[in-house]
């Protein structure tokens, strides 16, 4: 574990500050910002590049700039500059606010931190759609979903600020941050509306594989009468070398690092061939026994959970690194932290290295040009290329960067068994030559030239209209309050966006379609407002005749049927708490791999049910593929959501999505590990735990009043202590940028521990009494599900060491079984049931008869013993009697030690 003496030091709290020139009264000298700015960077000890003062000097005499130049190439330092400048113009009364937007919600909480570093936590806010924080300061962090949204709607993106600084919600300023997701098929649209819909608002454009931005550039000139700068070709401050490589892969990383040409990234297209690489590399000395133990002293008290955390240990203590997004955060940040110490020569991941990672790469190695797209296999685009090596080559770390790039396993292959025959003619015709499998799509070293020579494509439009966009351009206002003609803004947005007549005609077609279904939900309605111009005097337009829900964009657009639906819920019923996630769950977006984990394992044990039935290959083959992961209240939430988009139309571009994640832990009393372990998620342990900190704070954020009881407000502590349990940070920064601290030193330090890769604290597993009573009740029911599977075995592997073996409870079990049959043991939503569990606390008096037998001292006095808590669980028996139960004692003290709930048992049967 990270400890403070090890973190970087804190960075001085609004260090840029002091340099904004006083405010006189009229718009800031260019010339005296461009100086005040320069002297703080060449301060910090990284002096401006001339691209970068190309840059900022155009951004400071009010141009648009277009920044493509390479990675390493200090991009970050010019947006900086460019938000000093807009502070100056607001403080002297002439600007509004200015706003940074990436595509990640990770890179926007990282920016967040290093500009309150800069320019102090009270100058600037985050907005990430499930977390906002100081979101009227006049510098923003936020996703580029958020920002055109704001822009669709018209939220203070006039742009013009009066003199007397009465506008100073105004977004007079924009720095959108890789800026080639404009050519994203799924996300491009909210990188293009900005541009479309802000004409008085500055932009910063940056990216490092734009590719030709003629079009953009005229276009965005034309329609804010602004001049447009672009500022490319800048020399790399690392120099890229490129090669073809037809040596073995580990003969060829053996030989960078022994070169002193490490760290080297290996560059794989799948998470499961990076682990499959790093195991392979285990075999090749790659860290020396003094490097090991240098390792071994970094990664400390460091907590590797089960699963891929052991993995993870074994391949970090030799030497190679693993990073994919794939994995949980806090193992992604061991790795970064262990490269940029020099511990790790190589560090095996995926093409996207690992989003916003900053560490020291010296070469990158492709271990393919050929990638899958979600649709096919195909080559990778020039952009893509270029992205990927620019990663190689750190200025302040390197002089020189290396891409390499791998000739495919065949040729390699064909180039050994040449070399093993030398020029013996026998040997050489014996040779059969490997081909490429049929079938795959393959690269040769004509395509990497092709690649490497390549400029990135240019960039394709990729807007589309849906409900929320057109809802959005009805709530627009006016200055005075009123609603703006929506007719004319969707008609800007349906011709001008950068799409061609053809395309634009289909978006058209879908506006109108849009339309069709807001009337009939009465949702608008059609109405004629003055229009001198026509012989009539009006003309017609539209407007909304219903208040939307707050945000309703900007958030999971699914939470206001959530509420709906919870209304559609029995409070009393025993299923209640298990009823009110699974109406959550089905507002989430879907975790794929755990879904589909599920569905492998429900297909398996339905196998294995057709093939003890006698079922012939073809009728389960027909019958498999009824089978799915479960989907808890799909009848119910369905119809109901068919229902609820007629009244409430900004839904119909979402669906509910059934699915029993959360519950299925619940239902089964499985802990984090226990789901990765059934359901075979190893390498997906960060989709895990992002999905559940996810249901976290939604069933904490939208469960009303009304549907809160005990044992739900007991879950959401349960699934907050789990998330905490398996890795904090998600939940730590979310929380805290809830409540932000006021003091700037606090706030960066915080920023700087998380991205040292520091952990919190771990808080003793009692430490939360109502998420710990959640783990004492799965504790439990776990023991009354193997009970009805009279999966005596099972019982004896947990109770075992505490007298109760499986003949112990078999024992036990066997009169009840014999007396109400096989279905003795109900498992179902009355089973569990909280009537049906008693938890007494220390001190508490113990039923009569009731015993701790061999625990805290035979119950002396009849109370519960300090230190100890006492738990009866009833069986849901089938005659309905309640009079069995299964009694436990659980150990505090030693339940904290485990980090896991310790119980004994000390008796079974009737009472």
């Known amino acids: 574990m990270t400890s403070l003496d090890t973190a970087p030091a804190p960075r001085p709290a609004g260090t840029l500050l002091p340099h904004l020139p006083a405010p006189t009264g009229g718009a800031p000298d260019a010339d005296v910002l461009f100086e005040s700015f320069g002297e703080w960077a060449a301060g910090t000890g990284r002096p401006l590049y001339a691209h970068q003062e190309e840059a900022l000097l155009e951004l400071m005499t009010g141009s648009h700039v277009v920044l493509a130049t390479p990675t390493g190439s200090g991009k970050s330092m010019v947006a900086m500059g460019a938000q000093f400048a807009a502070l100056a113009a ?279 040009l050929v990638k899958f797209d979600g649709e096919r296999m195909r080559h990778l685009s020039a952009r893509e290329f270029h992205q990927i090596s620019g990663r190689a080559g750190r200025a302040g770390f390197d002089t020189i960067g290396e891409v390499l790039v791998m ?105 109108f379609r849009i339309y069709r279904s807001l009337r009939l939900a009465g949702v608008v309605e059609k109405i004629r407002v003055p229009d001198a111009a026509r012989p009539t005097g009006y003309r017609p337009s539209v407007r909304l005749v219903v208040d939307l829900p707050r945000d309703f964009a900007l958030n999971a657009p699914l939470s206001p049927f959530a509420l709906a639906a919870m209304d559609l819920l029995d409070v009393e019923s025993p299923a209640h708490a298990l009823d009110v996630v699974s109406v959550i769950e089905a507002t989430l977006d879907d975790p794929r791999q755990i879904l589909y984990g599920q569905q492998n394992k429900a297909k398996g044990e339905a196998v294995a049910a057709m093939k003890a039935e006698g079922m012939e290959y073809e009728e389960r083959m027909e019958a498999l593929e009824e089978v799915t992961w479960p989907r808890p209240l799909a009848d119910l939430l369905e119809p109901a959501f068919e229902l609820y988009k007629k009244s409430n139309p900004w839904v119909a571009d979402a669906q509910p999505a059934p699915k029993s994640v959360v519950r299925d832990m619940l239902e089964q009393a499985m802990t984090f590990a226990e789901l990765v372990s059934v359901y075979g998620l ?28 005990e044992e739900v407000a007991e879950i959401v502590e349960w699934l907050g202590e789990l998330v905490r349990g398996v ?120 039923p009569g008869g009731a015993t701790t037998r061999g625990v805290g001292g035979e119950g002396e006095h009849g109370v519960v013993q300090p230190g100890t808590w006492w738990v009866r669980q009833v069986l849901d028996d089938a005659d309905g009697d309640g009079d069995w139960a299964i009694t436990g004692v659980v150990d505090l003290a030693a339940s904290d030690e485990a980090g896991a709930v310790v119980l004994t048992v000390v008796d079974v049967g009737q009472f």
């Open 682 to 709: 190893e390498r997906t342990e960060g989709v895990v735990l992002r999905y559940l900190a996810d249901a976290y704070r939604a069933v904490r954020q939208v469960v009303p009043d009304e549907h809160r009881t």
């Open 407 to 511: 000739a495919p396993d065949h040729v390699i292959e064909n180039r050994k068994m040449l070399a093993k025959a030398g020029d013996d003619p026998k040997k050489l015709k014996k040779i059969v030559r490997k081909k490429a499998p049929s079938g795959s799509v393959n690269w040769t070293d004509s395509t990497y030239e092709r690649l490497r020579d390549a400029d990135p494509e240019p960039l394709s439009s990729q807007f589309r209209v849906n409900h929320a966009m057109v809802l959005n351009v009805l709530a627009r206002t006016r200055d005075d309050g009123e609603h703006a003609d929506p007719v004319d803004a969707m008609r800007h947005l349906l011709s001008a966006n950068h799409d061609t007549e053809a395309q634009q005609a289909k978006h058209v077609r879908q506006a």
């Open 90 to 368: 607001r403080r002297s009364g002439l600007g509004g606010r200015t706003f940074y937007t990436a595509p990640l919600k990770a890179l926007v909480s990282e920016k967040f931190f290093d500009l309150v570093a800069a320019f102090g936590s009270r100058n600037v806010g985050m907005m990430t759609g499930d977390s906002a924080v100081n979101a009227d300061a006049p510098i923003i962090c936020c996703t580029a979903e958020i920002l055109a949204n704001l822009a669709l709607r018209g939220s203070g993106t006039d742009g013009d600020a009066a003199a007397d600084g009465t506008e100073d919600d105004a977004i007079t300023q924009v720095v959108m941050d890789e800026f080639h997701f404009y050519g994203d098929p799924q996300r491009g649209w909210a990188w293009q509306v900005p541009l479309l819909e802000m004409p008085n608002t500055q932009f910063l454009l940056m990216s490092a594989t734009l590719g030709d931005t003629t079009r953009l550039r005229e276009d965005l000139a034309e329609r804010t009468g602004r001049p447009v700068a672009e500022v490319a070709g800048a020399e790399r401050p690392v120099p890229l070398t490129f090669s073809y490589v037809v040596e073995p892969l580990t003969e060829v990383i053996s030989e960078l690092v022994t070169t002193h040409r490490a760290p080297v990234y290996v560059v794989h297209f799948t998470q499961k061939d990076a682990v499959e690489r790093a195991q392979a590399l285990l075999s090749t000395p790659l860290a020396g026994k003094d490097e090991k133990a240098r390792i071994a002293a970094e990664i400390g008290a460091f907590r590797f959970g089960t699963g891929f955390g052991k993995t993870l240990s074994k391949f970090l203590r030799a030497g190679v690194g693993v990073h994919h997004a794939g994995m949980l955060p806090k193992y992604r940040r061991l790795v970064e932290r262990l490269t940029q110490k020099g511990l790790l020569k190589v560090v095996c991941g995926t093409d996207t290295l690992g989003v916003g990672i900053n560490v020291p790469i010296r070469t990158v190695l492709l271990t393919s």
């Open 727 to 846: 890795d904090s940070s998600l939940l730590d920064e979310w929380e805290r940028l809830q409540n932000p601290v006021d003091d700037d030193a606090d706030l960066v330090v915080e920023g700087e521990l998380a991205e040292a890769g520091a952990e919190a604290p771990a808080r003793p597993v009692t430490g939360n009494p109502r998420a710990f009573r959640r783990l004492v009740r799965n504790a439990m029911f776990r023991r009354v599900e193997l009970a009805a599977r009279e999966s005596y075995a099972g019982l004896g592997a947990l109770d075992g060491t505490g007298g109760w073996d499986g003949d112990a409870w078999a024992e036990a079990l066997d009169p009840l079984f014999e007396a109400q049959g096989d279905e003795a043991i109900g498992i179902g939503p009355q089973a569990r049931s909280t009537a049906l569990l008693t938890i007494l606390e220390p001190g508490a008096e113990l």
